[in-house]
């Protein structure tokens, strides 16, 4: 985050480092001694988020002596005297076990090491778990972290502390939580079923575990699997002085309810058990067996275990403890015999009968004849202990494999793992067997993976990088593990055949036969084979190896029994009658017979270490090298001789010295530049060409020598830590300089926010307030037009029945609209509701005569169309009530025009010359109008001539035709009366005399009196 935070930010140049004044220059090289530089550090350094820590150096690789042991141990001891336990050797992690609580697995801690490379924090279990899920999630591959050290260095505190770290740091969801939990408590499940304590560990594993965490492909932990190895049965029946049973017995005894004691037929005392008191201490300061009873309890069902499992579970372990306490006695010819056993009614619901039976003989098969054979007291108890061991370690797999169900990921979507493998240390007693041989062995295979996975990774570095490859000297133990495991000529081998020869084998048979198939091996040797001043150390039966981490002698007592690990027969058929639903599970009759011969033991193992081998060389390799500080089990004692031994045989030195093989430390580019660019005004703050020329650049301007460092393809490789050291105390002393000047610019920053903000906000209001005021404008001039428009209206309103003028036009073309618009969407359905029309209102009588006039003209008279747009006139004249019209009156004698006005009353139709009445016709006597179909607009009225008082038709000629005839057809109510006639119009000049008008169309309107006496009407 600094980093990013600082590119942002220009050089200040006279404090800018440069070849004259940075400490990288090479006059500043001298190199200083690590003490001075410690000290350095610790005044100049910050406290934790810096490359190297306040003590020591956090990765041997830069260490510059790194040839030296001393060396090495010097900074180990320095660290862990200041609770510095870990200590990268490149991207291994060694870790001293520290004996105490420290403050370093909180969730803020998680949090620091969360999505961080591991150059930029000290050196952390968290930065290895977190690397290697990162790594996982962008590479989409498998990885394994391998954990080993001797018993007690901290290797199962070391895989659940990287259990919890993945457990806060994934992904999290309802049904994740779940995955979760599960992978949490399976572990002191796990622990208290596999868990001893021993002489060297008080929680001490006894068996291997390597388990698998699945993650989906948005790193969700979905699921997990576990593969047990080699579970140290001995031990159910046995413990050496010091040493304790399997957890989980203490854990039922102290911490069970009274109910399920009394239930169990348990007493709570440990005491009473013969195979719980055999080390003679049953009770442990260190340990809270009832506490960790309540905890596995609880993990019992969140495993996913039934009540009716968990019950079952119990019953086998007080099964244990009671079969331990049965006691044989020797009839009168010595056989085992079995008197008033109470424990017998507590073992596993098996009736009586059968269990005493199978407790004191043995099944032979005789070709078909089936023959019990009875055991001397020794071989029962033999037998028994067989019996004990065989329960404890099938319900300890059953119990495995429970927990893999539970655990399962039903999901068949790709997933990629990190495995775990937390496996037992190398081991050495006073008196070693058949376990610490195989236990010794493993880790002989496990150093073998390693050096290769190592080797073959770092030579691959190289060759990938372009860089030449400077081999590393280093013992290979491919030589031990042939001793032990090569085909026919092997340990195991021999063991093997030992155990399946016919005739009297025996351990020492065994020894003898060792002797002679590897007697000259360098690496083996026995008291027969030794020197004179070897064999002093050696017993006879002993046999001696020489491991890679040390010498190691083994006495063969019990290596075939144990190799053997022979349940006679009936011994199964017994538990076959089990009420106990998980032994029945255990001893299923599907398995075969006793007839073929069960794979040994150590072939076994053999075998699941070559499984174990496949599973990792699939994977990408995590080193977790755990180193036990002292034997004592002691806070801040670091045991030099102890250490020094454990350094050497985990290969540290050998691991440092590959790392180191030519160069001390290497970097992708682009980290190199984004860690260092602002030591180099070229490359600060941005860089624009690619990262490779950019380090060139950097480097150029710190003067780094040729020899010092080499370009490969990807990544910058230094020689010496000292190179890097200088570079990193010049970036410390920048780094300084750019934090005060980040706080200054940031500073600034903010006070700009700030003001500029307000200024935001000012601007802001401004037009805020211009909105407002115009918006009241634009409502107060809305206000006024709203005033002027009712006034408008009410003016209009008032002169409604006004001829038509500019106060109340707007009015009436309103009411024309309105009243349209509602005829439009209220038209009568058919022609035939004529009655239906919407009633126009008052003022718009006049669309009823237009409507009228429509009828009596439209498709007769040329010219009404042109009439359709002219609105009628209540009146043309002022005065007389109805209508009046000025009109053309031509003569009934000769024609001749005279300007009239032709008004209707409500009775009669006068033709007025001035103020007087020319003719007056009364409505009852008007026969019909005439017009002619033409463009003319004659008009003749014809009235009676019975009446005297009459003069004769009226022939004239009026502007208004159509509306005049309209009204009078309406005033008069003679809609029939009015005809359009073509050619010629008779009419009487008065009674008797008959005048006519002849209509026809020209190209000029015209009147004129014809030739033949007939007015003549020329129309367009
Ligand atoms: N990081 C640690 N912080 C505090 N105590 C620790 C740490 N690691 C180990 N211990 C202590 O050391 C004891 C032994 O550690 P652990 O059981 O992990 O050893 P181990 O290597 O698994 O041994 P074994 O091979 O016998 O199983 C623990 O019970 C604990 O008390
Ligand atoms: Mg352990």
Request: proline share 4%; aromatic share 10%.
């Amino acid at each position: 985050c600094l980093t990013s935070a600082v590119s942002n930010i220009q050089p200040v140049d006279q404090n800018w480092p440069t070849s004259q004044n940075c400490p990288v220059r090479p006059a500043g090289w001298i190199c200083k001694s690590l003490e001075e530089r410690c000290n350095r550090i610790l005044r100049n350094m910050e406290a934790s988020l810096t490359a190297r820590d306040r003590v020591g150096i956090q990765d041997f690789v830069l260490l510059d002596t790194y040839t030296s042991e001393t060396a090495f141990l010097d900074n180990l001891r320095k660290r862990f005297h200041e609770n510095l336990i870990y200590t990268y050797i490149g991207t291994l992690l060694v870790s001293v076990n520290p004996y105490k609580e420290l403050d370093i697995y909180s969730k803020k801690q998680m949090d620091t090491y969360m999505g961080v490379n591991f150059f930029e924090l000290p050196p952390h279990i968290y930065a290895l778990a977190d690397n290697a899920f990162r790594t996982m999630m962008s590479e989409f591959n498998n990885h394994f972290i391998l954990i080993s050290g001797e018993s007690g260095a901290g290797k199962t505190e070391a895989s659940k502390k990287i259990l919890q770290f993945y457990a806060v740091s994934c992904p999290s969801t309802k049904v994740l939580n779940n995955v979760r939990d599960r992978l949490l408590l399976s572990n002191p499940v796990l622990e208290a079923f596999g868990n001893a304590k021993t002489l060297k560990n008080d929680n001490s594993s006894r068996f291997g575990k390597y388990m698998d965490i699945q993650f989906d492909h948005q790193g969700g932990a979905v699921g997990g699997h576990i593969l047990s190895y080699l579970l140290e049965k001995s031990r159910v029946v046995h413990q050496n002085h010091g040493e304790r049973n399997f957890h989980i017995f203490y854990q039922l005894v102290e911490g069970g309810e009274e109910d399920l004691l009394r239930w169990l037929g348990l007493e709570r005392n440990c005491k009473h058990y013969r195979y719980l008191v055999q080390g003679k201490c049953a009770k442990v300061s260190s340990i809270n067996d009832k506490s960790d009873w309540k905890t596995v309890r609880k993990a019992l069902s969140v495993i996913d275990l039934s009540e009716s499992d968990i019950e079952n579970l119990f019953g086998i372990i007080a099964s244990v403890l009671h079969m331990g306490n049965i006691k044989f006695e020797a009839d009168a010819r010595g056989y085992a015999t079995l008197n008033n056993n109470q424990e017998m009614q507590w073992l596993l619901g098996i009736p009586n009968q059968v269990l005493q039976q199978g407790l004191t003989h043995r099944k032979i098969e005789a070709k078909s004849e089936e023959v019990f054979s009875p055991f001397s007291v020794d071989h029962a108890v033999y037998a028994r202990d067989a019996l004990a061991k065989a329960i404890y370690g099938r319900t300890f797999s059953w119990l495995v494999n429970k927990i893999n169900e539970s655990l399962a990921n039903m999901d068949s979507s790709r997933k990629t793992v990190i495995g775990l493998l937390d496996i037992y240390g190398f081991e050495v007693f006073s008196v070693n067997s058949f376990e610490q041989f195989c236990i010794n062995y493993c880790n002989e295979k496990l150093q073998q993976l390693f050096i290769e996975l190592t080797l073959k990774s770092e030579q691959e570095e190289y060759e990938m990088e372009g860089i030449e490859w400077e081999p590393v000297p280093y013992f290979n133990n491919k030589i031990i593990c042939d001793l032990v495991e090569e085909k026919f000529r092997g340990i195991i081998s021999l063991l093997d055949e030992e155990c399946l020869r016919p005739g009297e084998a025996t351990d020492l048979t065994f020894l003898e036969k060792m002797e002679d198939k590897i007697g000259g091996h360098p690496h083996f040797v026995t008291h027969k084979l030794a020197d004179q001043k070897t064999r002093k150390t050696l017993e006879r039966g002993d046999f001696r190896l020489l491991h890679y981490a040390g010498e190691v002698t083994y006495c063969v007592v019990g290596f075939l029994d144990k190799n053997n690990d022979l349940l006679y027969r009936n011994g199964k058929e017994v538990m076959r009658q089990s009420k106990n639903a998980i032994i029945k599970h255990c001893f299923p009759s599907t398995e075969p017979d006793s007839k073929r011969r069960p794979e040994t033991v150590v072939t076994q193992f053999k075998n699941s270490l070559v499984g174990l081998t496949e599973i990792l060389m699939m994977k990408e390799p995590w080193y977790v090298r755990c180193i036990k500080p002292n034997e004592a089990k002691q806070p801040g004692h670091f045991d030099d001789v102890l250490v020094r031994h454990q350094v050497k045989y985990l290969g540290l030195m050998e691991h440092l010295r590959v790392r180191r093989a030519g160069f001390a430390y290497r970097r992708k580019y682009e980290i190199f530049l984004q860690r260092y660019k602002p030591l180099c005004p070229d490359t600060w703050p941005n860089w624009k060409g690619t990262a490779a020329e950019g380090v060139r650049c950097l480097i150029k301007h710190l003067g780094y020598k040729s020899d010092e460092y080499k370009m490969g393809r990807t990544k910058i490789f230094i020689r010496h830590p000292r190179t890097l050291f200088a570079t990193e105390d010049a970036f410390q002393v920048c780094k300084h300089k750019l934090a005060t000047r980040i706080q200054a610019k940031y500073k600034g920053y903010k006070v700009k926010g700030n003001y500029v903000k307000q200024r935001e906000a000012g601007r802001i209001e401004t037009c805020w307030r211009g909105l407002m005021a115009r918006r009241e404008r634009q409502r107060r001039a809305w206000a006024v037009t709203d005033l002027l428009i009712c006034s408008r209206f009410i003016k209009g309103f008032m002169n409604r029945h006004q001829p038509a003028c500019t106060d109340n036009s707007e009015y009436l073309a309103y009411v024309r609209h309105s009243y349209l618009t509602r005829l439009k969407e209220n038209l009568p359905k058919t022609v035939l509701e004529k009655d239906s029309w919407l009633t126009p209102p008052p003022i718009l009588q006049e669309l009823l005569l237009k409507a009228q006039t429509s009828a009596l003209f439209k498709g007769k008279k040329e010219n009404y169309p042109f009439s359709v747009c002219r609105p009628f006139a209540d009146t043309r004249i002022s005065g007389p009530p109805q209508y009046s019209v000025p009109v053309v009156k031509y003569d009934r004698n000769g024609f001749r025009p005279r300007l009239r006005q032709l008004i209707f009353t409500q009775e009669a139709a006068y033709l007025v010359e001035e103020a007087k009445i020319k003719q007056w016709i009364d409505y009852s006597s008007l026969k019909g109008v005439s017009v002619s179909n033409l463009s003319d607009n004659f008009l003749i009225l014809h009235v009676t001539c019975d009446d005297s008082k009459q003069k004769g038709d009226l022939v004239l000629q009026c502007d208004f035709l159509f509306e005049a005839l309209t009204k009078l057809s309406v005033i008069a109510n003679k809609q029939n009366c009015i005809h359009v006639v073509q050619g010629s119009v008779r009419f009487d000049i008065q009674p008797g005399r008959e005048g006519f008008v002849d209509f026809k169309s020209g190209q000029e309107s015209m009147v004129y009196r014809a030739k033949n006496g007939h007015l003549m009407v020329v129309s367009l």
